[in-house]
């Protein structure tokens, strides 16, 4: 599917178009945003497992819903505000949320968040070029934990560090990141 | 962001997504975020960082560095897969929707559905690609059943099988692993971490940037890296297993035993780099032998469709190709077949005897897409002894040939003017030879159809140790009334490409012509048609074309061996 009929099929309205063509919108729209979905879902509850959960009942709860949508509107937005409630629901449930945040701390973030995950394809071309820059054995490190998706326990013990200096390690490398990101995306502007 | 703490809304951000905020620091935390949207920002920018991360690298092979390919919008094309840690969950999320998708006859494109992050390139993960590809001889057909002209790269996804006939095949695994898999070959691809080699010579360099190390199961057991390069060759109930650097765990299949007697193997065994594993199963027992490790055995991952292959590739096709002597593959009979015809070689030894050592034949070719062979010529009586090649069957030279060969010449511990080494030759008689190419001891090339007149000298005298490609045209002209051979030759020093193909000789004449008969490959013959001079050095690729190519056909072949582009 086209950018091109994306959009009239957008303006011809989700509600008007038959199964077929509604379900394969449906498909495009949101295999387009589950990066920046996930993202956004993500900055609210800290941990990834937690935002897979809930990536995944956001994308039920999207397709049950996308009668509702807006032809024309931003999906993003729409998904986000959707992934917000899943966000809540989890967040009720004991002991769920790893920040422990509260609810009023929550939709202050939200409305941040579905900003910052607009800028999401600009941080991460930056973030790219800004991998190659990692040194050894910081780049070990990093990929261990997310590569392999280990947690930090477990990078101590196949780098044979302490948990406390890996921890420290991998804080240094994002914040490095974070840095280099900040510079690529200042000279782009 | 004058105001804003962000050292400490970082360091509350990294707690945070390790899962350890304290209470009092989750105070802390939500004081900074309600004061102002731009420690906010900064809080989520680490977030989104975290999150970044874990979305490009979980478990996803990269391309380069520690990246992967920006992601294409999905396509209706684009089929599934489910990245690992979703496995178990997208039976019920993605169930409830492809199930209420068939009840509206739509299920055909379900997979369409949730195109989760490791699809967005549409089809399974890809975890493999083959990089380059060549031929080992003219029956060389297949690359996974694919045909010929398959376009590279190709990309590999789990379940991928290779099967590959008389040809090679290098590819890259992930951005850290570079595997060469030597046919006849059947390989599997059951992972990114995970091969399966049923069959054939797999060489494997992993990076120092791939953390978890590879495995590759075999019929008799699985071989995993812990940082290296090695070697795999297996066949029917026989297993080898050869490290180049690095270490290399090797755990035998469940319930083999060793033979001779009742112990169980012993459940894993490492080995070092320089060494080498061999078993053989033969019946229920299972016979291990240790040794050195040898590098000429395999091809090198690293090495690429590099000119030698090239110029392979370059050949094959060819009408006018008669013969090719490549000394590629595992075995002696492989090695010692003609790739394009039917003259099939054998070893001889010279009639002075076989000397201290037999022909070397795993030796490293001209480049690392090659091996060679060296057959063995005695320290003393070189000219008698030693052990060589000859075909089995009669080579009849019709009119015209070209000979095309990337030799090395080793010069003899004692060389001497009289030390005579043939690379290819025929006899007849006691004056009709036909040595199509010949070296004294000191590398001196020359030709010669009459034994009973002197060489034609070619203008080269071979540096020893070094490789060449030396290409001798050879056509039937009579000339005052007598038949003889007219050559034109060509050569080039491989340890120098930058000076090109060198035409050195043209157009001149010797008296005599090829006689038909048993061709001698290493080796040449004695008056009374005894095997003798054995070539000093080591043979790489040996090719005849029945006609006389021309210096520009002669120079493309060149320009693919040095990976140039074939001038007009």
Not at chain 1, 89 to 101: D, F, S, V, Y
Not at chain 2, 192 to 206: F, I, K, Q, W
Not at chain 2, 424 to 445: K, N, S, V, W
Request: glycine share 10%.
């Amino acid at each position: 599917m086209t950018e091109e009929s994306l959009r009239s099929a957008d303006s011809a309205g989700g509600r008007d178009l038959d199964i077929s063509a509604r379900a394969e919108l449906f498909a495009t729209l949101v295999g387009g945003s589950q990066r920046k979905l996930f993202l956004y879902i993500l900055s609210l509850v800290a941990n990834p497992a937690d935002a897979e959960d809930i990536l995944q009942e956001t994308n039920l709860i999207l397709w049950r819903k996308f009668e509702e949508f807006r032809p024309g509107s931003d999906f993003l937005s729409w998904a986000c505000k959707i992934a917000y409630y899943e966000v809540l629901k989890h967040r009720a449930r004991p002991g769920k949320l790893q920040t422990g945040l509260s609810e009023s701390t929550l939709d202050l973030l939200a409305e941040e968040a579905r900003q910052v995950v607009q800028e999401a394809d600009l941080r991460r071309e930056a973030l790219a070029k800004c991998l190659g820059q990692l040194r050894e054995p910081i780049r070990r490190m990093v990929q261990l934990r997310y590569q392999l998706q280990v947690d930090v326990r477990q990078v101590a013990e196949i780098v044979g560090k302490s948990v406390e200096a890996v921890r420290r390690a991998l804080h240094r490398a994002r914040v490095a990141l974070l840095r280099c990101i900040e510079r690529e995306l200042g000279r782009t502007s | 962001m004058a105001n804003v703490d962000q050292e400490r809304i970082w360091e509350l951000a990294e707690r945070a997504c390790e899962g350890s905020l304290t209470a009092d620091e989750r105070s802390v935390l939500e004081g900074l975020l309600a004061s102002c949207p731009e420690a906010r920002r900064t809080f989520l920018h680490y977030l989104h960082l975290h999150g970044e991360l874990y979305w490009q690298l979980g478990g996803v092979p990269s391309k380069a560095g520690l990246t992967r390919d920006a992601s294409p919008r999905p396509t209706k094309e684009s089929v599934a897969p489910i990245p690992h840690k979703f496995r178990s969950r997208l039976p019920l999320v993605a169930g409830v929707v492809t199930v209420g998708l068939i009840l509206i006859g739509l299920g055909g494109w379900a997979t369409n559905l949730f195109p989760w992050r490791k699809s967005e390139d549409g089809g399974p993960a890809v975890i493999a690609r083959v990089l380059d590809r060549w031929q080992l001889s003219a029956q060389a057909d297949s690359l996974a059943g694919s045909q010929r002209t398959v376009e590279l790269p190709v990309d590999l996804r789990p379940g991928s099988v290779l099967r590959l006939s008389e040809e090679v095949v290098r590819f890259s695994l992930g951005s850290a692993v570079t595997g060469v898999l030597e046919g006849p070959a059947v390989l599997a691809l059951e992972g990114a971490d995970h091969l399966r080699l049923d069959r054939g010579v797999l060489t494997v360099a992993v990076g120092e940037d791939k953390v978890a190390g590879i495995r590759i199961g075999t019929p008799l057991g699985e071989v995993a890296d812990l940082g290296t390069r090695f070697g795999v060759w297996t066949e029917g109930s026989a297993l080898e297993v050869h490290v180049f650097d690095g270490l290399v765990r090797f755990r035998p299949r469940e319930g083999l035993h060793l033979g001779g007697g009742h112990d169980i193997f012993p459940r894993e065994r490492r080995i070092a780099a320089g060494e080498a594993l061999r078993l053989v199963k033969l019946g229920a027992k299972v016979s291990l032998e240790g040794g050195k490790a040898q590098p000429g055995r395999f091809l090198h991952p690293n090495g690429g469709a590099a000119g030698v292959a090239r110029w392979r590739q370059a050949i094959l096709p060819e009408p006018s190709l008669a013969h090719l002597w490549s000394f590629e593959g595992w075995d002696r009979r492989v090695k010692l077949r003609d790739a394009r015809g039917p003259l099939h070689l054998s070893e001889v030894v010279m009639f002075g005897g076989g000397g201290e050592s037999g022909p070397d034949y795993f030796l490293q070719g001209a480049d690392p897409s090659s091996r060679a062979v060296m057959v063995s010529r005695g320290n003393e009586f070189g000219n008698s002894r030693g052990v060589a090649f000859q075909t089995g069957e009669v080579f009849s030279p019709g009119e015209a040939l070209t000979l095309e060969a990337i030799v090395r010449f080793d010069r003899p511990s004692s060389p001497s003017l009289e030390d005579l080494c043939v690379l290819i030759g025929t006899r007849q008689d006691a004056r009709r030879c036909g040595f199509l190419l010949l070296a004294d001891g000191f590398g001196q090339l020359g030709v010669t159809f009459d034994a009973d007149l002197p060489w034609l000298e070619l203008p080269l005298r071979m540096i020893s140790g070094q490789w060449y490609f030396l290409a001798v045209v050879y056509r039937l002209e009579v000339r005052n009334g007598q038949a003889g051979t007219r050559v034109d030759a060509y050569c080039a020093s491989l340890g120098d490409v930058s000076s090109g193909l060198t035409s050195i000789v043209k157009s001149a004449w010797t008296p005599g012509w090829i006689p038909a008969g048993h061709l001698g490959v290493g080796k040449g013959f004695e008056k009374n048609g005894a095997h003798a001079y054995p070539w000093a050095g080591a043979m790489d690729e040996i090719a005849i074309f029945h006609q006389a190519l021309s210096e520009a056909e002669i120079a493309r072949h060149f320009s693919a061996l040095v990976g140039q582009v074939a001038g007009p």
